[in-house]
C-alpha cells in the first residue's frame, strides 16, 4: 500500500475527518497540549509533518509533534497515540 506524504488535500481530509468525527480529541489536544483551560470552540485547520494547526475560541495555536510525520499513517498514529497519552492516569 502506498504512503501518502501530508499534502494541502490530505490534510484537508484529516481535518474534515477530524472536525465532524473526532472533535472531542479536537478540545482534549487544545487543553492538553495547547495549555487552553477551557475551550469553547475547537477546529483543525491544518496539519503537516511538523504540527496541527488548530482554531480554538477563535485563536490559532499550533501543537508540535514529537516526531516529524512521514504519512498519512504516521498522522493517525501519531493523533491516536497522542490522544492515549492524554487519557494516561497521572501518579
Known amino acids: 500500500m502506498p504512503t501518502e506524504s501530508i499534502t494541502k488535500k490530505i490534510s484537508h481530509r484529516i481535518c474534515k475527518h477530524m472536525n465532524k468525527d473526532h472533535s472531542n480529541a479536537l478540545f482534549a489536544y487544545a487543553s492538553h497540549y495547547g495549555g487552553v483551560e477551557d475551550p469553547k470552540k475547537v ?49
Open 43 to 91: 477546529v483543525m485547520e491544518a496539519i503537516s509533518s511538523t504540527t496541527m494547526r488548530l482554531k480554538v475560541n477563535e485563536e490559532v495555536i499550533h501543537i508540535p509533534f514529537d516526531h516529524e510525520l512521514i504519512d498519512s499513517e504516521d498522522a493517525h498514529r501519531t493523533l491516536v497515540s497522542m490522544l492515549k497519552e492524554i487519557s494516561k492516569p497521572s501518579g
